[in-house]
């Protein structure tokens, strides 16, 4: 997914997205701890992908808080 694409999800698909994925990523991690995966890259895909998803929480949350302090 491209950040494009993330910043077009609305706040609560934002959130079900970044859920969905860390769940996602613990199973990945617990399985291939116990075997190898057929693409191990699927790890780090994910794991860049929950970075991308938080990033852009934060910048929604930061400009949230900086509207409301100009409009203070």
């Known amino acids: 997914m491209k950040q494009k694409e ?5 706040d609560k698909q934002l959130r079900e997205l970044l ?7 613990t199973k990945l991690r ?3 701890a116990v075997s190898n995966h057929e693409n191990p890259m ?3 895909e ?3 992908k929950i970075a ?6 934060k910048a929604r949350l930061l400009k949230k808080q ?3 302090t100009a409009n203070n």
Not at 6 to 10: A, G, K, V, W
Not at 19 to 24: F, S, T
Request: no cysteine; hydrophobic share 35%.
């Open 6 to 10: 993330i910043r077009e999800l609305t």
């Open 19 to 25: 859920a969905d994925e860390q769940l996602g990523y």
């Open 30 to 32: 617990l399985s291939h």
């Open 42 to 44: 699927k790890v780090k």
């Open 46 to 48: 994910t794991r860049r």
């Open 52 to 57: 991308r998803l938080l990033t852009e929480q």
């Open 66 to 68: 900086a509207a409301e």
